[in-house]
């Protein structure tokens, strides 16, 4: 099993920044991508940053230019740089990661979420 524990979050203000942080641990066999969604009140979950090996990024359209996601090299820990945050940022942030079995398939984890509110 795979453990994800994700923190940084919080309320701020439009216009501040946060940095999430996703520590993964347990038994990971291959770790093939990290990634960053969000699920607003009433919305489905959607996929804002991916970063996959070796330390490709990708982000969304909405939040290209003002989010950040990284991983260190030998690192389970993956961090979303959030900058010039906007109400429509606000949701609950939930980190996932790919695990590639020895079979092949991939087995995805999720973390419980943490909870990002922009408001003034």
């Known amino acids: 099993q795979v453990q994800l524990v994700e923190s940084g979050g919080g309320l701020v203000q439009p216009g501040g920044s946060l940095r999430l942080s996703c520590a993964a641990s347990g038994n990971i066999i291959s770790l093939d991508a990290m990634a960053w969604y969000r699920q607003a009140p009433g919305k489905q979950r959607e996929l804002v940053a991916r970063?996959?090996?070796?330390?490709?990024?990708s982000v969304a359209g909405s939040v290209r230019g003002r989010f950040t996601i990284s991983r260190a090299d030998g690192e389970n820990t993956a961090y979303l740089q959030m900058n010039n945050l906007k109400p429509e940022d606000t949701g609950v942030y939930y980190c996932s990661l790919d695990d590639r079995t020895t079979s092949g398939r991939v087995e995805t984890y999720w973390g419980q979420g943490t909870q990002v509110t922009v408001s003034s």
């Open positions: 970063i996959v090996r070796p330390g490709i990024p």
